[in-house]
């Protein structure tokens, strides 16, 4: 069973910068399509980020973090990292990180067959 532990959460300003570590044990990590999603309060959880497996293939950003935040993979750590500049208050939610085991990347949460517990984080205006 694949288990993926988040961190690097917090409460940030406006125009602040994040970055989120996604540590995975259990699996087979340099396998899997990994992504990040959030969910803010009251909201369905979406979609914000992916990686493949293969180094050098495309990544996926949905629209609104385009030219803001990055996401890259250490397979030797088997850590999957978001990093999130330029901050906004429309950024805040609790961001998840999942693993996809299939060869599609996928930008709806069912499309990931595992996830971690979410890293609150907080932009104040």
């Known amino acids: 069973q694949v288990q993926l532990v988040e961190s690097g959460g917090g409460l940030v300003q406006a125009g602040g910068s994040l970055r989120l570590s996604c540590v995975a044990s259990g699996g087979t990590f340099t396998r899997y399509i990994m992504g990040w999603f959030r969910q803010a309060p009251g909201k369905e959880r979406e979609f914000v980020a992916a990686?493949?497996?293969?180094?050098?293939?495309?990544?996926r950003f949905t629209d609104s973090v385009k030219g803001r935040f990055t996401i890259s993979r250490d397979n030797a750590k088997n850590t999957v990292y978001l990093q999130m500049n330029s901050l906004k208050p429309e950024d805040t939610g609790v961001y998840y990180c999942?693993?996809?085991?299939?060869?599609?990347?996928?930008?709806?949460?069912?499309?990931?067959?595992?996830w971690g517990q979410g890293t609150q984080v907080t932009v104040s205006s």
């Open positions: 990686i493949p497996w293969r180094a050098g293939s495309p990544t």
């Open positions: 999942a693993a996809d085991r299939t060869l599609v990347l996928h930008t709806v949460p069912s499309g990931y067959d595992y």
